[in-house]
């Protein structure tokens, strides 16, 4: 059964259609970020989601300038960033990298559990900034980070021995 019409809904739809039009055209428009910028928080609140696209190439032009702004939004941004990364753990990296560090450790606390799940669960080059941050911030205890730390290493250790055996294998078929 469809749901009814809310015209509540269509005036947010028409405002974030608006406020899209704002957005980059592509990474080297960054004309559109110093409007989006001069636009503020929280004109922008519609379309968080679509801000955190723009720094996820952090050789992008508008990366840079794109995360200056979310780290300015600072708290306000977090409820937003909570839901999307509920949804898109992509995103995670790039705020890991280009805005969480320069949040207050109180304005970063909601997103630690994330942060926390990169740190222990997530892919290699998702694993290590995570758990850098969480130890830089302070957000999960010395033990836990210790240990955290421990295995990490012993799993990057493990993993070099293979990459030694298969250069191994590969100079040995030279010698041949």
């Given at each position: 059964?469809?749901?009814?019409y809310?015209?509540?809904?269509h005036s947010l739809r028409?405002?974030?259609?608006?406020?899209?039009?704002?957005?980059?055209?592509?990474?080297?428009?960054?004309?559109?970020?110093?409007?989006?910028v001069?636009?503020g928080?929280?004109?922008?609140?519609?379309i968080?989601?679509?801000?955190?696209?723009?720094?996820?190439?952090p050789?992008?032009?508008?990366?840079?300038?794109?995360?200056a702004?979310?780290?300015?939004?600072g708290?306000?941004?977090?409820?937003?960033?909570?839901?999307i990364?509920?949804?898109h753990?992509?995103?995670?990296?790039?705020?890991?990298?280009?805005?969480?560090p320069s949040?207050?450790t109180?304005?970063?606390?909601?997103?630690?559990?994330?942060?926390?799940?990169?740190?222990?669960?997530?892919?290699y080059?998702?694993?290590?900034?995570?758990?850098?941050?969480?130890?830089?911030?302070?957000?999960?205890?010395?033990?836990?980070?210790?240990d955290?730390v421990?295995?990490?290493?012993r799993?990057?250790?493990?993993?070099?021995?293979?990459?030694?055996?298969?250069a191994?294998l590969?100079a040995n078929?030279?010698?041949?």
């Amino acid at each position: 059964m469809r749901e009814q019409y809310n015209p509540d809904d269509h005036s947010l739809r028409e405002r974030r259609r608006d406020l899209r039009a704002l957005l980059p055209r592509d990474k080297n428009d960054l004309d559109a970020v110093q409007r989006l910028v001069e636009a503020g928080y929280p004109t922008v609140e519609p379309i968080m989601g679509d801000l955190l696209k723009w720094i996820r190439g952090p050789e992008w032009p508008v990366c840079k300038p794109m995360a200056a702004f979310l780290v300015q939004i600072g708290a306000p941004a977090v409820p937003h960033l909570k839901e999307i990364l509920t949804r898109h753990d992509e995103f995670i990296v790039p705020l890991i990298r280009e805005v969480l560090p320069s949040w207050s450790t109180e304005v970063m606390s909601p997103l630690t559990v994330f942060v926390e799940q990169q740190a222990v669960h997530g892919q290699y080059g998702r694993d290590l900034p995570a758990l850098e941050l969480l130890i830089r911030k302070r957000l999960i205890p010395a033990q836990q980070a210790s240990d955290l730390v421990m295995r990490k290493r012993r799993g990057h250790e493990a993993q070099l021995a293979i990459l030694d055996s298969m250069a191994n294998l590969l100079a040995n078929d030279d010698a041949v």
